[in-house]
């Protein structure tokens, strides 16, 4: 059993498998990273769009006016203002009292909402599989940045929310957190679980939603989740066979959750058809989350955590 | 549209078994998705556009059941009807002569006989049935009265050309024996009219010609004769060659002899148009047993030479007889003239002895018996068992009756085939005085005489040679004629079992009799292609057998089939050597000895004959006018025209129409149904492929890290 411990300190001990680093932890994913990967994210920091209200002062701009060095604006003094704060050139030129302004920093709580769904479980590489890195890479990073970093699994019509974790030394234990997580037996109420995810989010901060939206109402999943006062990042994972489905002949398909059935004949003129509604579907998602002010990432499985991390999400300014 | 098999459209039902297991095909594989949300929305869409997509997913089904269809139509062989051009009973007639072998028309014409007569079958009427004749030299039936085409042609390919003369006449007799029973009968002749023997059998139905060979086609050149004859010296021999030219141009050939696999001389010899060149060759080794002559191109460097049309007459082939010493006895008290005759004889001794002397005095010191006993004026009580030619005999004795002497014998009509009067002229002969001699049964008038009393005559006699003379040559001016030792000569050559003229070839087809050795129970035949054929006569005891397969040009070769116990022929064992005292009881059974020639056959030799062409008629190849041959015929009916009085319509109006089946425009239709259901069918496989093969060259032009 490996010991994790709290704080930015390492771990100094784990009994992992042979041929593993030591370090890590046995229950840990084979998957995750290893440890050269993880010093890379390390240099990255999670770049938030707009200031944010919060509790803790970090090092993220903030939409209060605090006590730090950066300037921000000038207001019209009143009574019981902080007279070091007035503006004496202002003062001069205009003959008028104003007082300075400035940013104020605070730390952010990173919630990463996995989707758990039966669909996640399925496609080479496998959805939640590549969620799970995803997820894991966003929260070090988060975790690097000494922001909290809280894990959401949507299942069923709820969000199972871990504990928040905190510093760069939880790292274990969010991929521990991450590896445990199986996905639900039977259909899932994406919009419920959303909301009740919406729910359970308390000030502003940032919400990544890892999820393939094969949801009828997933559109009602991003007005959900985009009306909480956090900024959304909306990660939209399908597989290889989602986007191009290797499908030929007479076929009846069985939906993976629900078990319901539909006939298909899958020629060239069909399959091209899927993937115009595809294109379509994907493109109805980009365009409710820009007018949601939210972030949209179609992403395959098969795009390296590499490439992810470091080209497409810096590109999209999710990451710094 | 009418069918010759209209049951075959039963087929048709095949066509709701096709629709049922096309239904029952569209079972679907059930596959597990993550989610069958888009394609719900897709199944939407294609509800939308159900007919047109209904319509693509049936074009296979309609594609299949438009093959089955098609299969159905094939086999009731739908066919169209039209006016037939040829009689319901058909003879073909075909000509393998050896003109027909002629290469003005590539290949040959023979080639082009087999397809003219296979092209007319197409106006064939319906039901219509085919009788097929090779005309060689003989006529052959290969084919009598069907109406299986297909069976027809193949006999009709089956047919080969021969090298002899053919014979029309001979195959429209069978042509009018097959057609006498048909209301409506035609004859059609593919040949190239250059007719050898122009036939005169008239035929009970219209003769139609289909005349192949170019009608300038004359160019030939061919050998036309060949003779060996042994010189004087009995050392060498010559060979004596004629060709013709039957082309209308000169042409120069070249000669080439060879004996025995052996060139011995060439010539190059300029022929005119229409004429004949002879050519002697000296010197021919004694040894040589065979001659051969070709006839090639003069210059074979020249690209302009035009070569021969016809290859058959360019070679012939000629037999040396074996040379023996032939061991004659004079029985008389000498007469000059026939003594000089008879040393001319080659490879021939000759021994006297005075009546007085014999028959004590011919027993020979060596043993071995007499090749001819020449009795003149003189005849023996007994006479011996040997080839025997009596010249004037005074009394009656086996050799025949003698009644008295005729004063100034006339000749009488002399036989023009007669091979002992070959070459021999007798029209200014007189004959002083002849023995009245009766014709006996075993003979044959060689020089018939009035009164019914012959002057000579020939036979076998007790299975030996025999032959008298009725007049002693000195009671006539025949020895002062050049006839007379040529006679003598024939006549001896006859007795002795081998000819001392120049050697006749055997013509292809011809029978040929063989005689057997003593001690041989038959003969082993090999032909020229390398064939074998054993001979064995039917009759125990034969001493001759008839050799029939000789249609090849060349040298035949045959050898004596060694009896089981007795020993190998060719031997000479007491019981294979004739007796060299002559018996005076002996009767030379015919079991016991050969006819004429058995008695000159060297049992340890092989006997050869060769077989060639040499027939002008044959060799002059121009192509001939077809109406000679379709004026043997009666005039084509035509439509509307009663036939015999008091009938009613024509042959022609009651013929059935010649059908054409049209499955030639439905294989085709299937095949591009056939092509099109494939192209359906693998559509998408084709297409992904090509995607994949087009993205991945897309991929390895895009930079890398871009995106």
């Known amino acids: ?320 | 549209m009418p069918f010759n098999s209209p049951l075959a459209l039963l087929g048709l039902l095949f066509v709701p078994a096709v629709v049922a297991m096309y239904l029952l095909r569209l079972r679907r594989t059930p596959t597990v998705v993550p989610s069958t949300l888009l394609w719900q929305r897709l199944a939407a869409d294609v509800e939308a556009n159900a007919p047109w997509q209904k319509l693509k997913r049936s074009l296979l089904l309609l594609l299949q059941l438009l093959l089955v269809v098609i299969l159905a139509l094939l086999a009731a062989r739908p066919f169209v009807e039209r006016p037939a051009g040829l009689a319901r009973d058909l003879v073909v007639i075909i000509d393998t002569s050896a003109s027909m072998s002629a290469t003005d028309v590539p290949p040959d014409r023979l080639s082009a006989a087999r397809e003219a007569a296979k092209d007319a079958l197409k106006d064939l009427p319906a039901g219509g049935k085919v009788s097929v004749i090779e005309a060689g030299r003989t006529a052959r039936i290969v084919a009598t009265g069907t109406s299986d085409i297909g069976r027809v042609r193949q006999a009709i390919d089956s047919i080969r050309p021969t090298v002899s003369r053919g014979d029309l006449g001979d195959a429209l007799a069978l042509a009018q024996q097959l057609a006498v029973q048909s209301g409506d009968a035609e004859i059609l002749i593919a040949t190239d009219a250059a007719l050898a023997v122009p036939p005169t059998t008239r035929v009970d139905a219209p003769i139609r010609v289909l005349r192949v060979g170019d009608p300038k086609g004359s160019r030939n050149q061919a050998i036309v004769a060949l003779a060996v004859r042994t010189a004087p010296s009995a050392v060498t021999r010559s060979v004596f060659i004629s060709v013709a030219n039957f082309d209308l141009e000169y042409a120069t050939r070249r000669l080439e002899v060879w004996g025995d696999d052996h060139l011995i001389e060439t010539r190059t010899i300029p022929i005119d148009a229409q004429q004949r060149a002879d050519v002697i060759v000296d010197d021919v080794p004694a040894d040589v047993t065979t001659i051969e002559v070709r006839l090639v191109a003069a210059d074979d460097s020249d690209p302009d030479a035009r070569p021969d049309l016809l290859a058959a007459d360019d070679r012939a082939w000629a037999v040396v007889p074996p040379q023996r010493t032939r061991n004659v006895l004079v029985i008389g008290n000498g007469d000059p003239y026939l003594e000089t005759a008879l040393s001319y004889l080659p490879n021939s001794r000759l021994f006297g002895l005075t009546p007085a002397e014999y028959p004590a005095g011919a027993v020979r010191k060596d043993g071995t018996s007499w090749d001819l006993i020449i009795f003149e004026g003189y005849v023996p009580a007994t006479l011996p068992a040997t080839p025997i030619l009596a010249i004037a005999p005074p009394t009656s004795s086996g050799l025949g009756e003698v009644g008295g002497v005729d004063k100034d014998p006339a000749i009488g009509s002399l036989g023009t085939d007669e091979p002992i009067l070959r070459y021999v002229d007798l029209s200014t002969t007189h004959i002083a005085e002849a023995q009245h001699v009766t014709l006996p049964s075993w003979a044959r008038a060689v020089i018939p005489g009035t009164k019914g009393a012959p002057l000579l005559y020939a036979g076998v006699r007790a299975g030996l040679p025999a032959a008298v003379m009725a007049f002693e040559p000195r009671q006539s001016d025949l020895p002062l004629q050049v006839a007379f030792p040529i006679l003598i000569a024939n006549l001896t050559g006859e007795l002795l079992g081998g000819s001392a003229a120049p050697t006749a070839a055997v013509r292809p087809g011809d029978p040929v009799a063989l005689t057997i050795p003593p001690g041989a129970i038959g003969l082993h035949v090999v032909r020229p292609d390398g064939t074998a054929t054993d001979l064995i006569p039917g009759a125990a005891g034969g001493t001759s057998v008839t050799f029939t397969q000789s249609d090849l040009l060349g040298v035949y070769t045959a050898t004596p089939i060694a009896a089981p116990s007795s020993s190998p022929s060719g031997s000479d064992g007491p019981s294979a050597a004739p007796s060299a005292t002559p018996t005076p009881s002996a009767t030379g059974s015919a079991g016991s000895s050969a006819p004429s020639g058995a008695q000159g056959v060297d049992p340890s030799q092989p006997i050869r004959f060769a077989v060639d062409l040499f027939d002008v008629d044959e060799s002059a190849i121009a192509p001939g006018p077809p109406r000679v041959l379709e004026d043997l015929g009666k005039p084509q009916p035509s439509p509307g025209a009663s036939g015999a009085p008091g009938a009613g319509s024509s042959a022609v109006d009651t013929r059935p129409n010649a059908r054409d089946e049209i499955w030639i425009p439905i294989v085709f239709i299937a095949l591009i149904a056939l092509c099109i259901e494939w192209t359906l069918y693998h559509r998408d496989a084709v297409l992904r492929g090509w995607r994949g093969v087009t993205g991945r060259l897309g991929r390895l032009r895009r930079p890398a890290g871009s995106g």
């Open chain 1, 1 to 320: 059993m490996a010991m994790i411990e709290d704080g930015p300190g390492r771990p100094t001990e784990s009994v992992g498998r042979p041929g593993r680093p030591a370090f890590l932890p046995s229950e840990l994913d084979p998957t995750v990273f290893d440890e050269g990967f993880l010093r890379q994210l390390e240099r990255l920091l999670l770049l938030m769009r707009s200031p944010v209200r919060g509790g803790l002062k970090g090092g993220r701009r903030s939409v209060k006016r605090g006590q730090s060095v950066e300037f921000a604006d000038f207001r019209e003094y009143a009574a019981g203002d902080d007279l070091r704060q007035l503006d004496w050139n202002v003062l001069a030129r205009l003959e008028k009292l104003f007082v300075k302004l400035f940013v104020e920093e605070e730390d952010v709580t990173i919630t990463i909402l996995l989707d758990g769904s039966a669909s996640m479980a399925t496609g080479r590489p496998d959805k939640l599989q590549f969620a799970k890195r995803a997820a894991a890479a966003l929260g070090y990073i988060g975790l690097a940045s000494e922001d909290r970093v809280a894990v959401s699994v949507l299942g069923g019509r709820i969000a199972r929310r871990r504990i928040a974790l905190r510093g760069s030394g939880r790292v274990f234990r969010l991929l521990t957190e991450l590896s445990a997580i199986r996905p639900a037996d039977g259909p899932t109420d994406l919009v419920a679980a959303a909301r009740h995810a919406a729910a359970q989010l308390s000030g502003r901060g940032v919400v990544i939603l890892l999820s393939d939206l094969l949801d009828p109402a997933a559109d009602r999943v991003i007005r959900e989740l985009a009306s909480t006062r956090s900024e959304l990042i909306v990660l939209h994972v399908l597989s290889p066979d989602e986007l191009d489905p290797p499908l030929e002949g007479d076929l009846r398909l069985v939906d993976s959750e629900t078990g319901e059935g539909i006939d298909v004949t899958a020629d060239l003129a069909t399959i091209d058809a899927y993937k115009g509604r595809l294109a379509a579907w994907k493109e109805g998602f980009a365009q409710l989350a820009a007018r949601r002010q939210a972030t949209y990432v179609d992403l395959s499985t098969e795009v390296p955590l590499n490439e992810l991390i470091f080209a497409e999400l810096r590109r999209r300014r999710v990451v710094a």
